[in-house]
């Protein structure tokens, strides 16, 4: 089949985390937004020559260190706009040079191609998805069959819990899920597949997921994470 998307996203699993770095690339203008830039910019940087990109922009789902450590380096090799959220430059506090602060629901032209900024808090109060026709860039807050800890500064669960019980509402069921880690199974996955099979999108109480997440689930299950069942029995 052939592809007739004005774009294609590129991944790079790059550093000690299993971090993923994205490529978004509009086909027709050749320029390409990076995603969470970090540890490997060499490779980011080869693999836009090799495709023939040229990166305008860097857009950051969150200011974690492990998501963040290569924009200084992208910086001295390109011309790119930095793009995050209003509320996560507030929460990071650091001093930015020149970036584009968004709120939920903007879009982002890329050439043809348009991208829009989902604000899902939770992991941080910033963080964003990023959504380009059915593909979504989800950072630490969706992974394959996981979610982003809470416990961390600025990690709140009960807005986790919020997060992504409207993903599961909002989206469609075939969006792909590109997340900011590879913790799981295999790299990518679908929101229905999510649904099915993540078990932070089984829980019903606010009270029994925000248990789950911070006391019983790091101690309980291990990467890389596989799927539960929705009918299995969840502690309470
Ligand atoms: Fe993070």
Redesign the pocket.
């Known amino acids: 089949m052939s592809d007739t998307r004005p774009f294609s996203i590129h991944a790079l699993e790059v550093g000690p985390m299993e971090n993923f770095v994205y490529l978004i690339h509009d086909h027709k203008s050749g320029r390409a937004a990076v995603v969470d830039p970090a540890w490997d910019v060499p490779a980011v940087l080869a693999l836009a020559r090799r495709q023939g990109m040229q990166i305008t922009d860097i857009l950051l789902t969150?200011s974690?260190h492990?998501?963040i450590n290569g924009i200084d380096a992208v910086l001295q090799h390109t011309d790119a706009r930095l793009h995050l959220l209003k509320a996560e430059a507030q929460f990071w506090g650091q001093n930015l040079a020149r970036p584009t602060l968004h709120h939920g629901g903007d879009e982002i032209r890329l050439g043809d191609t348009t991208i829009r900024v989902l604000h899902t808090p939770g992991?941080?109060p910033g963080s964003a998805c990023y959504q380009v026709n059915n593909e979504l860039i989800t950072?630490?807050t969706l992974f394959v069959f996981g979610c982003?800890r809470c416990d961390l500064a600025g990690g709140d669960p009960e807005q986790m819990f919020v997060t992504l019980k409207d993903m599961a509402e909002q989206l469609p069921a075939e969006t792909r899920i590109f997340p900011?880690h590879n913790y799981a199974s295999k790299p990518t996955t679908t929101m229905e597949e999510q649904i099915e099979g993540n078990p932070f999108m089984h829980f019903d109480s606010v009270d029994r997921f925000v248990r789950y997440r911070m006391h019983y689930h790091d101690s309980h299950r291990d990467a890389p994470y596989g799927p539960i069942c929705k009918g299995d029995e969840m502690p309470d």
């Open positions: 969150h974690h492990d998501h992991h941080t950072g630490d982003g900011g």
